[in-house]
């Protein structure tokens, strides 16, 4: 099937952009990318060593030391911002076949991740002219004031399951602020950052304000949160990673935001919209084939329609059609990539050894086209109890782990008897329970009837072990901003104190 995406990626040379210029990595090593619906190679990637990383910081050092943008102003980073945005608009279609075939996940998925991507670029040039701080006159004789300033190096790592929007919700807010940034995407999973380069480059931005660098975490990710040089380093992937990455932040101290995992909640509570209560907990399990931070991999149901949300789920699996995201109808691709998919798989036969119900699912599906791919089906474990790994640990795939409670206390606390913190969501009628149970839940991002969308405009992140700060809304921002005090002296007479 020769697309659009695919004679753009056999055409133009993937190379990483370090300094302003598309370079190999400096020992020409590659690493094969791979598309996880077929298992077949793709597309070959720079493989970036430490020695790649360093170049990459000295270029965004010496951008945000000695280079013009410190001096652009906010209007004129605001203008390039636009552009970004622009240009993702202009390559919408080829960027969003682009992930499908690298990440796996259903064209309308993809096609949504790229209108949002150019948004955020769209949101953050809209806020760039908005920085301000504040003016003071204590005490009577001084005056004081407050300038906001970009923290500098921004060193920037990213996961595979949204690879161009954590992209963009990583650079937009950055550049924003006037940083600049070394950005890592996965390398599972680096095409569309590779892509985004290109437009990035071609909107005009100074050599060096923007590098990505495609390279495995534990040498090229780990350099740039170790390096001295990196002033910042903001990370979205597994909370086991996060550890790390805040370890090796230590070194010099570098402020560091973290986007991490969660194991979330779905309440649905007996006076809940029945349909939409289905809808709603099929949505949350199992878009982006479970690979989403905020999934609501564990639905807390109300015992007296427990049987019958259920019965009723069931019912509607069978349309949650598997294969090639590329293919029309399919509503759910492949898991990223082997090795993902055989430790979602140990999480079957965990549930099962657990004593757990296995309603659906738990198997790879039969047929040729997806002999190669890395599939497995939409699974249902039902009989769940809070203390089971299946309820604890959060698992990254397509399974749904149900379990019941009789009361609103009980569901809000199995629902907070997490390490995690990141999201949660409420079905019911009655406002005034939605908004108790809201303001019971200890996690950052919550719904109620209703289960997923976010705004650029709103923050994102979570409590307790799922990260630290927020991102996007105006929060995305103070992220990448140090705040310095000025104070003016009004008296000229000498303080005389000595
Ligand atoms: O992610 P990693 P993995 C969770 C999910 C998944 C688990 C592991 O539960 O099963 O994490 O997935 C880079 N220093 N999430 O191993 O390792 C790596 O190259 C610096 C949740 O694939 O977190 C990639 O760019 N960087 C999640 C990025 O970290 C390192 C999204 C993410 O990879 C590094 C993905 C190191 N030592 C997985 N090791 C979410 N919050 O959305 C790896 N990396």
Redesign the pocket.
């Known amino acids: 099937m020769k697309t659009l995406a695919a004679k753009k990626t056999a055409a133009k040379a993937r190379l990483m952009l370090i300094g302003g210029e598309f370079v190999p990595a400096a020992d020409g090593a590659l690493r094969d990318v791979i598309d996880p619906a077929t298992g077949a190679v793709i597309a070959r990637v720079p493989e970036a060593s430490r020695a790649d990383v360093r170049r990459a910081v000295d270029a965004a050092r010496a951008a945000f030391d000695s280079g013009p943008w410190r001096s652009t102003t906010a209007l004129e980073r605001a203008k390039l911002l636009f552009k970004v945005a622009d240009g993702i608009r202009a390559e919408a279609a080829a960027l969003a076949e682009l992930e499908v075939r690298n990440m796996g996940k259903p064209l309308a998925e993809a096609e949504y991740d790229v209108a949002d991507a150019a948004n955020c670029f769209e949101f953050y040039a809209g806020l760039a002219t908005k920085v301000h701080g504040e003016t003071m006159s204590v005490p009577a004789n001084s005056l004081s004031f407050v300038v906001r300033e970009p923290v500098g190096v921004a060193g920037q790592?990213?996961?595979?399951?949204y690879p161009l929007l954590m992209a963009a919700w990583k650079l937009a807010p950055a550049l924003a602020a006037g940083c600049v940034c070394v950005l890592?995407?996965?390398?599972?999973t680096p095409l569309t950052a590779l892509e985004l380069a290109h437009i990035i480059h071609a909107a005009g931005f100074p050599p060096g304000v923007v590098n990505i660098v495609t390279g495995?975490?534990?040498g090229a990710?780990?350099e740039?949160?170790e390096s001295p040089k990196v002033d910042k380093v903001a990370?979205?992937?597994?909370?086991?990673?996060?550890r790390?990455?805040a370890i090796?932040a230590t070194g010099n101290l570098k402020k560091v935001t973290l986007?991490?995992?969660g194991k979330n909640p779905n309440i649905v509570f007996a006076d809940a919209d029945f349909e939409a209560a289905v809808d709603g907990a099929l949505f949350a399990a199992f878009a982006n084939q479970g690979e989403?931070?905020s999934a609501g991999s564990r639905l807390l149901v109300d015992k007296r329609i427990h049987k019958a949300l259920v019965e009723a789920m069931l019912k509607k699996v069978p349309r949650i059609k598997l294969g090639h995201g590329m293919t029309p109808g399919v509503k759910m691709g492949p898991l990223v990539s082997a090795a993902?998919r055989d430790?979602v798989e140990e999480y079957v036969r965990i549930g099962k050894a657990e004593g757990a119900k296995l309603l659906c699912g738990g198997r790879r599906p039969a047929g040729k086209e997806f002999a190669g791919g890395f599939f497995l089906e939409p699974t249902i474990f039902d009989g769940v109890s809070p203390a089971m790994r299946i309820a604890r640990e959060?698992?990254?795939g397509p399974i749904l782990s149900v379990i019941e409670f009789e009361t609103e206390e009980e569901a809000l606390r199995i629902a907070n008897d997490t390490d995690y913190g990141l999201a949660a969501g409420v079905w019911t009628s009655s406002i005034t329970r939605g908004l108790r149970a809201v303001r019971a839940l200890r996690a950052g991002i919550t719904w109620i009837n209703t289960y997923h969308p976010t705004f650029n405009e709103m923050p994102w992140g979570g409590y307790k072990q799922s990260g630290n700060g927020r991102e996007l809304g105006l929060y995305g921002i103070e992220a990448y901003l140090e705040t310095k005090q000025v104070n003016v002296n009004l008296d000229e007479a000498p303080l005389a104190w000595y």
Request: glycine share 16%; hydrophobic share 40%; charged share 15%.
């Open positions: 790592i990213i996961p595979w399951n890592k995407p996965s390398e599972l495995p975490g534990a990710g780990q740039l949160a990370f979205t992937g597994g909370t086991v990673t996060g790390k990455i090796a986007e991490l995992g989403v931070c993902h430790k959060e698992i990254f």
